[in-house]
């Protein structure tokens, strides 16, 4: 049985950082592509970053890119999405999930998600 647990969400300033972890169990990360995805209130949830199965490439939205860094430790079987320079708009829910086929960027080509854990990014 696939799970997906997310962690490491909370309330920062403007201009911090996190650290979020994603613990999978029943998956090799190192067998798959993973991908972050984050969704705010009223809002569909949109792609952040991805990392390739290898473990070599990342992707990254534009509105994320030069500040979210998506890594993994093979040996605790995590995926981490380390976030700096946060603003406001970062603000909302924070998800992983392991990617089938097709474009990275579609929710639908995604199969197992975790719970989510959220966000907060006061000014």
């Known amino acids: 049985q696939v799970q997906l647990v997310e962690s490491g969400g909370g309330l920062v300033q403007a201009g911090g950082s996190l650290r979020l972890s994603c613990a999978a169990s029943?998956?090799?990360?190192?067998?798959?592509?993973m991908g972050w995805f984050r969704q705010a209130p009223g809002k569909e949830r949109e792609f952040v970053g991805a990392l390739g199965w290898t473990g070599a490439t990342t992707y990254y939205s534009d509105s994320v890119k030069g500040r979210f860094t998506v890594s993994r430790d093979d040996a605790k079987n995590t995926m981490y999405l380390q976030m700096i320079s946060l603003k406001p708009e970062d603000t909302a829910v924070y998800y992983c999930a392991s990617y089938t086929s097709g474009s990275l960027y579609l929710t639908e080509n995604y199969d197992y998600w975790g719970q989510g854990t959220q966000v907060t990014v006061f000014s």
């Open positions: 029943g998956l090799s990360l190192s067998s798959y592509t």
